[in-house]
């Protein structure tokens, strides 16, 4: 039945999470911009007692699962294509909350959440592809010790949204039954903090045979502090630096034959099944994205509103659009499309927390609310004049962190490119 | 908890709707755009799907089923069929919602019964007014109490089926506010004028009134002496459209999809072009998101909140949205879009419609 009503524990939630962003993202905001690769102390302290919670209660049910299993009962088990993720039944109240999260927390810094200690990337990506046993064992560490930041390497040099053309590769050495990685992956968001500041974890997708395309390739879990993982870049960035950005270096990095994700039959270097699994990160981690870009976009929207408020002008919504001034219209824009791309974001989320396809709507919402905070941003500091153009405020800010939501986890065009396939029934052959 | 699929009853409805629409609506409506009537089968057929019937409360004879989610999702299969054909079947409406929402218990007695019978009653309203910037908040018609009576005058224009009207609830401002008044045809003073010559929904009869010191008793005012709530009808009209919207605009976009793959030049289906098909993802996209706007307006009227503003913002996005995706229907047809075989060109000048439509379809 259609409705629209946030579930109050998630109100709560909210609020929590709103004094978390006032109190310790806010007054760091314009700091760690301009010192861009200091770590967002505050935040990390703050928020590493809570997500350790957050992962706890998400793996209850796994480990429950797993034992059920264990015990010769007939559990939900594995619904093959490297897809180890149980069916689910009723409502996935986990992924909703922490959509509303992402969206709050990015109100309050998106560069920042993005340091969120958390799994983060790589934990979608276990998720998707990664068996119940295997989700459990990464996954465990993130309840426990020290702060861990999680990482997913996908992108290359030669390999941007054409990740067929990926040159990493991992060869089992059979004497070893390890994995051994070569190569370079690049703009990978916490890659430093998950692999040489903490005991993360990262995943990197790679090839077992570069000749085979994207059947070869599959998704392997690299733990912190693994020999043979190095830093080649830390990279300066036009906004969100905050966010812990670097090139990796794989020189003969080992990691156990069990660390490729997914089941029996995707773990053997012959099989062609590990990509799909891999790719459904993206039906979790799209929604994610838009859910970021929606909170910078309520963050300018907000200000701008309440900057022009205190000049005088606020927006009658009972006036016809013929009378109301070129900035009214303007606010009212920004309301439209913000409202527009957080309720497709809204809707993904729903069919994921119901259990339900959504690739198609995943890539929907991520364009839409890339586009909607791109220009809301831009709009913002228009509309705020010189003082929206000083670095006094974080409108310029905020537009700068915003771009990154049009080009990460797949560019506005590439998921142009998966909605125009999906309408038209066409497959990657009949529409390039 | 957020959910974003009809339930059981309602995907019955927008089945019959939808089934209506394929089979009796987009059969005929291209004939009655051109002759500039609609069948009298059509109209009664869409009228016997038994919306408002089951609308009215139980009390007046209906079946007490009144959701605005539930019209919405009606209101975008009829607006997929044919726009003309909609408001033709929705004109009932434009009294017996504003009764519901706002009418006293007496004037709900007097009328609501009318609406359960098995012919559509003889009813419609005048809000628009002929003039260049209308705002339905500062009418210039107006109302004034003489004893125990008021006088109207002023003229409207886009009056649904006012020729065969027995009944029209005409909106004047009472000291500077929108009230609306229950008006009998046969009334001294009033004159049905001549049709309206329309850019689109030729199919539709409408009329310009004249309301010349036109006399009704004071009971005649809805809602008696408090008056009525004008936002929220206005609020409920503007999802009904905003609905309507959404169906013309997925029109346009199934048929333009649906002839990109066929149509080849150069040697393949056009659609194989990105020019083509990323113009396709956005028509998609933004209809969905405006179908999204639309039910999340109506949601909130269901529960009961005040939606003027999510409403003003669901329009604004809405009509912006459905000129688009009409358009870039009439563009991907090239030549073909611009030739009157072709039914892209009507949903073009229909979606034009939509900022004025404001009061032409009440849910």
Partial sequence: MISFEIPPFIENQMQLIRMVAEQAMRPYSRQLDEHEHERPEAFVAMTWPFTQEMVKRALKPLMAQIEANGNGHNGNGHSGNGSAKPKKEGVDYGMLSFIFMIEQLSWGDAGQYLCLPHPMLGGAAVDSAGTPEQRVRFLS???????????????????????????????????????????????????????????????????????????????????????????????????????????????????????????????????????????????????????????????????????????????DYTKPLHELTAVERDVMEMEARYKGAWLLTLRATAQMAHGESNRLEASMCKYRAGDAVTWITQKAVELLGPKGYSREWLAEKWMRDAKINDIYEGTKQINQLIVARSILGYSRRELK | MLDFRPDEEQKMLTETIARFARERVRKVYREAEEDGAIPAATARAGWEIGLLPTAVPEAYGGFGDYSVVTGALAMEEFGWGDLAVTFNVMTPNLLAIPLMLCGTEEQKADYLPLFTQEAPPKVTAALTEPVVQFNPYKLKATAVRDGNAYVLNGRKTLVPLADEAETILVYAAENGVTQAFIVPTGVDGLT????????????????????????????????????????????????????????????????????????????????????????????????????????????????????????????????????????????????????????????????????????LAII
């Fill in chain 1, 141 to 315: 560490k993130f309840t426990e010790g020290a702060p861990k930041w999680g990482a997913m390497a996908i992108t290359e040099p030669g390999a941007g949204s054409d990740n067929s053309a990926m040159r990493t590769t991992a060869v089992l050495d059979p004497d070893t039954n390890e994995w051994v990685l070569n190569g370079e992956k690049i703009f990978i968001t916490n890659g430093a903090l998950a692999l040489k500041e903490s005991d993360g974890l990262c995943v990197v997708w790679a090839t077992v045979d570069p000749t085979a395309g994207r059947a070869g390739i599959k998704s392997f879990v690299v733990e912190g502090n693994t020999p043979g993982v190095s830093i080649a870049k830390q990279e300066h960035k036009l906004g969100i630096r905050a966010s812990d950005t670097v090139a990796l270096h794989f020189d003969n990095a080992r990691i156990p034959f069990e660390n490729v994700l997914g089941d029996q039959e995707v773990r053997q270097t012959e099989s062609r099944k590990g990509f799909a699994g891999a790719m459904k990160t993206f039906d979790a981690s799209r929604p994610a994205v838009a859910a970021s870009a929606i909170g910078i976009a309520r963050a300018a929207m907000e200000f701008t509103i309440e900057k022009l408020a205190e000049e005088g002008i606020t927006v």
């Fill in chain 2, 192 to 359: 049905i004028d001549a049709r309206d010559k329309l850019m689109g929904v030729r199919a539709l009869s409408t009329n310009l009134i004249t309301l010349t010191d036109v006399r009704i008793p004071a009971a005649n005012k809805l809602g008696g002496e408090a008056g009525i709530d004008f936002s929220l009808i206005l609020n409920h009209s503007r999802v009904a459209l905003a609905a309507a919207a959404v169906g013309l605009a997925r029109a346009g976009f199934e048929y333009a999809r649906d002839y990109a793959k066929q149509r080849v030049q150069f040697g393949e289906p056009i659609a194989h072009r990105q020019s083509i098909a990323f113009m396709l993802a956005d028509m998609a996209t933004e209809i969905d998101e405006a179908r999204l706007l639309v039910w999340e307006t109506a949601w909130q009227l269901d529960q009961g909140k005040d939606v003027t503003r999510e409403a003003a913002i669901m329009k604004h996005q809405v009509d912006r949205m459905v000129m688009q995706v009409a358009d870039r229907a009439v563009q991907t047809l090239g030549g073909y879009g611009y030739i009157r075989e072709y039914p892209v060109e009507l949903w073009l000048r229909n979606a034009r419609g939509f900022t004025t439509f404001d009061g």
